[in-house]
């Protein structure tokens, strides 16, 4: 992020005390998901741990509590820098599983880092029809800029693009780890 | 609503006779779909998609009344729009703000809309959509709700953990109420209390609205959104939960929390004893059954389908049967 970005939003952040204010009026959401060829218990191993995001190639480290219980929350450190650094914290909001599946939000995130707000998520594993896996990864959100006529960094287009980028990186790094299905 | 000319007294019956003689026509929902730029006209009894509108400016705000006009608020394009139930655009206008909610008052010929960003509401002409006052409130109002007397408008001011009342005769600020944190959506009971879900508390407050009191305050699920009402009961939504809280009207108990969709949001009665509810995720319309407290339809809309409103315009609308 460009220090002009850095600079535009903590200005923009200045006028607006309090974490809990007005967001975008419309909520964006994004679904992605990948087939791979390992079986989904050998992918929910890996990735169903809410306390090991360590498959996602943005994760460096990580620190939490709770394990996998409900309310269990979670810091993701995304450099070497770790808490100095740009991080993300979560908390588990749904956790089953028996559908390997868990839902998570951002308690919080500087914008600077992800461009949105009121960020909320599910990542499920599924069998695959002919074998393997299917990971879907979707999530609902609000563009960074709380207030009306967003700058173009923080619109609701950047923050579909950040947030896809995320996705992605995530998800690729499964496909290279478990392998593509065969057909 | 809107001034007409009298229809003549002869017309007026054949038509009413002719409604009578008909089966109970059904309740037509009109969803704003926020991320498709949309709105899906449904058929409430057979989930048939009888049309599909191009609504540009992510629609959410929505407000049907009787005589069938559909009002819409675009937030991204800051634009309201009056259409006829066949999709033809009446009256446009575009504010300078923050347009999200909307409500109406039939009897005054007015409509109510909600400025998120300027801690205001705007008057308008329910005919011509121009502005005729502007009404001050606290922090990001959203939702509106219109009494069932027509006395009282309702408004959520979501950063002020508020709510407040006006007189909807003299535009005059009642009363404001505090409620729990983070109130969005709003709506009157059929006994003229109001409920408020507060999406930062996970609860609702139940309001006597004139007098400004709050008479109760039940937990809900997860991010309440929306509240509708059937069969003597009150349905609340519940976004991250994806589920729908039941309280029964008479002594306010919880009676059931039924799975719907995805993010859950806008709801509303229909006119047979159900509940038709928006799930912004699944692109879908989850319709119950308010006496069994079942699921029994699920109806495909267009993309994001907010509904935020009273979206349901009724088979028979009154005054249409003796």
Not at chain 1, 89 to 102: G, P, Q, R, W
Not at chain 2, 120 to 126: F, G, H, K
Not at chain 2, 201 to 213: I, W
Request: with cysteine; proline share 7%.
């Amino acid at each position: 992020m460009n220090r002009r970005t850095l600079l535009m939003t903590g200005a923009a952040a200045a006028l607006l005390p309090g974490a809990a204010l007005a967001h975008g009026p419309t909520r964006q959401k994004l679904t992605t998901s990948v087939e791979v060829a390992a079986e989904p218990a050998d992918v929910w191993a890996v990735i169903g741990d809410f306390q090991d995001m360590s498959w996602h190639p943005a994760v460096v480290s990580q620190t939490g509590e709770g394990g996998n219980e409900i309310d269990a929350t979670r810091v993701l450190y995304l450099s070497d820098q770790g808490d100095a650094g740009p991080k993300i914290a979560e908390v588990l909001y749904k956790y089953d599983a028996s559908k390997m599946t868990y839902s998570y939000r951002i308690t919080d995130v500087a914008v600077e880092v992800l461009p949105v707000t009121n960020y909320s998520s599910h990542l499920t594993v599924t069998a695959r029809d002919g074998g393997g896996s299917v990971v879907e990864w979707r999530g609902a959100f609000y563009r960074g800029y709380p207030n009306n006529d967003p700058p173009p960094e923080l619109s609701d287009e950047a923050a579909l693009e950040a947030v896809g980028g995320v996705y992605k990186a995530g998800l690729d790094a499964l496909v290279e780890r478990f392998g593509a299905p065969a057909s | 609503m809107r001034p007409r000319p009298d229809a003549p007294a002869g017309l007026a019956l054949a038509l009413a006779m002719a409604a009578a003689a008909l089966p109970a026509a059904a309740d037509t929902g009109f969803v704003t779909c926020q991320n498709g730029d949309a709105l899906s006209v449904l058929d409430l009894v057979t989930g048939e998609e009888r049309a599909r509108w191009s609504v540009p400016g992510k629609p959410a705000g929505v407000a049907v009344v009787p005589d069938g006009d559909v009002f819409v608020v675009s937030p991204g394009s800051k634009q309201v729009r009056r259409y006829s139930t066949a999709g033809e655009v009446l009256a446009e206008t575009r504010l300078d703000g923050g347009p999200i909610g909307v409500a109406v008052d039939p009897a005054r010929g007015r409509i109510f809309v909600s400025d998120w960003y300027n801690a205001r509401l705007w008057v308008l002409s329910s005919e011509t959509l121009e502005t005729l006052a502007t009404l001050p409130a606290d922090a990001a109002p959203a939702g509106l709700a219109v009494s069932p007397d027509g006395a009282w408008l309702a408004a959520a001011e979501r950063d002020a953990d508020a709510v407040r009342i006006y007189h909807t005769e003299t535009l005059t600020v009642a009363r404001v109420v505090g409620v729990g944190t983070r109130p969005f959506g709003l709506g009157f009971a059929p006994d003229g209390r109001l409920f408020v879900g507060n999406v930062g508390s996970n609860d609702v407050t139940v309001l006597d609205a004139p007098l400004g009191e709050v008479l109760a305050t039940l937990p809900v699920g997860d991010r309440p959104y929306g509240v509708g009402f059937a069969a003597g009961r009150a349905f609340v939504t519940n976004q991250y939960a994806s589920t729908v809280t039941v309280f029964d009207l008479g002594d306010l108990s919880a009676l059931a929390t039924i799975d719907v969709g995805e993010y859950p949001e806008g709801i509303a009665a229909t006119g047979d004893g159900h509940v038709a509810v928006a799930n912004w995720f699944d692109n879908s319309l989850s319709l119950i059954d308010a006496r069994t407290l079942e699921v029994t339809a699920t109806y495909e809309t267009c993309d994001g389908p907010r509904a935020f409103g009273a979206f349901i315009l009724p088979g028979n609308p009154p005054g249409v049967l003796p």
